[in-house]
C-alpha cells in the first residue's frame, strides 16, 4: 500500500527534492513530483516540522516547478490554486515573529522575514514571490515596515557580497549598475531580487521608512530603518537619472 502524504517525513522530501544525480524532467518524474506537491507545501507552510538541520534549505523543494515552468505549463485551476496558497504563506509571514540582530555593523532580522520568502518561493519560477510583494506594502505596522526594510538592507547585501557588514556607501553602489542586481544572470533568484528592487523603488515604502524611523525608540531597528530608507532614496534617485 502507498505510504499517506503526510507519513513522508520531512527529511525524505529534501532528500528527493535536490536529486544528486541531476533533475529528470520526464513524465513519471514530473507526475510524482506533482503527487508529493501538497506534502511539501504543508511541511513549507509549517516551520515546526523543518528539522534545524534542513532550515534554509527550504528552497529546494520547489526547484522541479520551476523546472516544469509550470505558471506556462500546468492546468489553470492548479495555477490559480498554488498563487492562492503563496499569497496565504505570505500572509503567514508578515505575522511571524522576528527577531532583530547586531551580529555585525548593521542589523538584520531573523525569522520568516521577506528575504526568506524571496529566496524560497522566488525558486518555484513563475514569478510567484514578486506578484504577493504588494501585499506588504498594503498593510501598515512596524512589523511590516520591518520586513520592508529588511528586505532592502538583505538585497543590497547579497548584492557586494558583504552580509550584514557592508558599508553603507558600498551598498549604494550597487544602485548605480544593473549587473550585480542581476541583469547578466539568468537565474531566477537574480531576477527576483531586480524585480523586489524595483518594488522597492515605490516613493510610499521610503516614507514609510522615514516614519517608522523617527518613531522607533529601539536603536537596532532605527538602525536598519535608517539604512533601509537611505537604500530606498538612492534606489529611486538612480531611477530618475536613468529616466
Known amino acids: 500500500n502507498a505510504m499517506p502524504l503526510r507519513a513522508i517525513a520531512p527529511f525524505a522530501l529534501f532528500d528527493y527534492a535536490r536529486f544528486d544525480g ?5 513524465a513519471e518524474t514530473m507526475a510524482q513530483y506533482r503527487a508529493f506537491l501538497p506534502r511539501i507545501l504543508e511541511i513549507l507552510a509549517d516551520s515546526s516540522t523543518i528539522p534545524r538541520a ?20 500546468w492546468p489553470a485551476d492548479e ?22 540582530r547586531r551580529l555585525r555593523a548593521v542589523p538584520s ?41 529588511g528586505l532592502a538592507r538583505d ?18 553602489a550597487v544602485l548605480e549598475t544593473d549587473e550585480t542586481l542581476g541583469a547578466q544572470c539568468p537565474c531566477a533568484r537574480c531576477a527576483q531580487k531586480k ?32 539604512l533601509a530608507e537611505a537604500l530606498i532614496a538612492a534606489l529611486i534617485e538612480t531611477r530618475a537619472r536613468r529616466a
Do not use: K
Open 22 to 26: 541531476g533533475y529528470r524532467l520526464d
Open 54 to 73: 534542513l532550515q534554509g534549505d527550504e528552497d529546494v523543494l520547489l526547484t522541479y516547478m520551476r523546472l516544469a515552468e509550470w505558471r506556462a505549463h
Open 79 to 100: 495555477v490559480a490554486a498554488l498563487d492562492g496558497y503563496f499569497a496565504a504563506l505570505f500572509d503567514d509571514c508578515l505575522g511571524a515573529p522576528l527577531e532583530i
Open 109 to 149: 532580522l531573523h525569522g520568516r522575514d521577506l528575504s526568506w520568502f524571496l529566496w524560497v518561493v522566488g525558486n518555484a519560477g513563475g514569478d510567484a514571490a514578486i506578484r504577493v510583494l504588494p501585499r506588504a506594502a498594503a498593510r501598515e505596522g512596524r512589523a511590516v515596515d520591518l520586513r520592508i526594510a
Open 155 to 172: 538585497i543590497a547585501c547579497d548584492a557586494v557580497d558583504a552580509a550584514g557588514g557592508a558599508p553603507l556607501d558600498a551598498m549604494l
Open 195 to 226: 524585480a523586489a528592487w524595483e518594488w522597492l523603488a515605490a516613493p510610499g515604502l521610503r516614507r514609510r521608512m522615514e516614519a517608522a524611523f523617527l518613531a522607533e525608540a529601539d536603536p537596532d531597528a532605527a538602525a536598519l530603518f535608517s
